[in-house]
């Protein structure tokens, strides 16, 4: 199984990521935590291109950057490990570039999702949890995160976030079969009560594993 999780800067994803997947191996699956950008040695240097300040980037090459990562994530790690069986989490995955590159950068979206197409393939998650939150909340939270400076995409002005944020909302009305919008403003326990619960549905529907 595939799982995938979304959403602005700031959206608490990540703390997200790492609870699911703590409590996934703990019903005994084996489980493959990725992160977009990186997660192999490629992807990761192409990562730090990516959100050096420094880079002046043009939107396309942005989008080629973001996709040549992903590419090398599939091929080197991530399909073999679906393959093998395991429950694989990205924290940020294809719909990211849809929200960021396609509404955040006004790309053409159709220009978008071909490109997207050649880097993925037939690797499309089985459920994506976004993670959407007001952009001045996520900022503030993000502005919490003690020294922690911000890079290149973050260096975006708040009208950069706002598109961002329609889009991914955009994604979740047009994908409800594997889109779940959450709402971040909810305590930790209770959005995560949330996800699990769709995960052992469809945990049992797509295998045979035993998820209590
Ligand atoms: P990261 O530090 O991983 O951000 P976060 O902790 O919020 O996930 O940096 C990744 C940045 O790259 C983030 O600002 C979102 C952006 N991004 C894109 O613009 N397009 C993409 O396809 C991906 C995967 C990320």
Redesign the pocket.
């Known amino acids: 199984m595939f799982i995938t999780f979304e959403?602005?800067?700031?959206?608490g994803?990540?703390t997200h990521v790492a609870l699911v997947a703590e409590w996934l191996q703990q019903q005994g699956l084996s489980v493959r935590v990725f992160?977009?950008?990186?997660a192999t040695p490629l992807s990761e240097a192409i990562?730090s291109i990516?959100?050096d300040g420094r880079h002046r980037i043009s939107p396309v090459a942005?989008l080629f950057l973001?996709?040549a990562?992903?590419r090398q994530l599939v091929e080197e790690a991530l399909r073999p490990a679906l393959a093998r069986g395991e429950v694989v989490i990205c924290?940020?995955?294809?719909d990211?570039?849809i929200?960021?590159?396609g509404y955040?950068r006004m790309l053409d979206l159709a220009m978008v999702e071909r490109v997207i197409g050649y880097a993925i393939e037939e690797v499309v998650p089985d459920v994506t949890f976004i993670l959407d939150l007001d952009v001045n909340t996520a900022l503030s939270r993000r502005g919490d995160r003690a020294s922690v400076s911000a890079?290149r995409?973050?260096d975006a002005p708040v009208a950069f976030f706002e598109r961002v944020r329609a889009g991914y909302r955009a994604i979740a009305e047009r994908h409800p079969e594997r889109v779940v919008l959450l709402d971040a403003t909810q305590p930790v326990e209770v959005l995560q009560h949330h996800i699990r619960g769709i995960l052992t549905a469809r945990l049992r529907v797509s295998s045979s594993a035993v998820v209590r």
Not at 7 to 11: A, F, N, R, T
Not at 35 to 38: K, T, W, Y
Not at 91 to 94: C, E, F, I, L, S
């Open positions: 959403g602005i800067d700031g959206s994803k990540s992160r977009e950008p990186g990562r990516l959100l942005e973001f996709c990562a992903r924290d940020r995955y294809a990211s570039t929200a960021y590159q955040g890079d995409m973050e």
